[in-house]
């Protein structure tokens, strides 16, 4: 009995034209994340399948596990297949999917990958980053700030005028104190005049 139901269905997976392309002998899954299953079809294929993975050791893994159910087989022809509940079993070797026509019908085969392995995944690590872009915007802002009420000061200074108000008073000084000269000058002519003429006479 046993060895009639092999025989029918390897005969359902030849009458089929799917094929498993991926996992592969050469191209295996991890047990990190998801992985991907790819196929080829004829338009004869039926249109959708139920991915199944399973192992001939069943110390590895006692029961096959359904991935995905009712994969659109005609709008792609690969699909990234997310871990069980559980996880990913074992990492080990002898390990197939196979395309089934339904989660209640895993026994109508209609493709199955050759043996692949599946192996440990590489560990990620997230290195953890801190930005200083705010604390620099705020020390820009401030110094833009100070630079601000500087010039202010700057320009009430020249407006309010100690430093102008000094150097416009100095200038006012000396012209007055050249208007004061000028009288002096023209009496003391004055005088030398008349001694000058009076001599003369």
């Known amino acids: 009995m046993y060895s009639t139901t092999l025989l029918f269905l390897s005969f359902l997976s030849t009458a089929f034209a799917f094929q498993v392309t991926r996992p592969s002998?050469?191209?295996?899954?991890?047990?990190?994340?998801?992985?991907?299953?790819?196929?080829?079809?004829?338009s004869t294929d039926a249109t959708n399948f139920t991915i199944v993975l399973t192992n001939t050791n069943r110390q590895i893994l006692p029961n096959d596990v359904v991935l995905a159910s009712l994969v659109d087989a005609v709008?792609?022809?690969s699909i990234a297949v997310s871990p069980p509940s559980g996880g990913w079993p074992t990492p080990g070797g002898s390990y197939r999917v196979n395309l089934v026509r339904s989660g209640t019908e895993t026994t109508t085969i209609y493709a199955q990958s050759t043996e692949f392995n599946i192996t440990a995944g590489a560990a990620t690590?997230?290195?953890a980053s801190t930005s200083t872009g705010t604390s620099r915007a705020g020390t820009a802002t401030t110094t833009g700030t100070t630079g601000t009420n500087a010039g202010a000061a700057n320009a009430g200074s020249a407006s309010g005028?100690?430093?102008?108000a000094a150097t416009t008073g100095d200038v006012f000084s000396n012209n007055n104190n050249g208007a004061a000269a000028l009288p002096f000058s023209a009496g003391l002519l004055a005088a030398a005049g008349a001694f000058i003429g009076a001599t003369l006479l």
Do not use: E, F, H, K
Not at 25 to 42: E, H, I, K, M, Y
Not at 161 to 164: A, E, K, L, V, Y
């Open 161 to 164: 005028g100690s430093d102008g």
């Open 125 to 127: 690590t997230t290195i």
């Open 75 to 77: 709008s792609a022809s």
């Open 25 to 42: 002998l050469t191209q295996g899954w991890t047990n990190s994340g998801p992985q991907t299953v790819a196929w080829d079809r004829v």
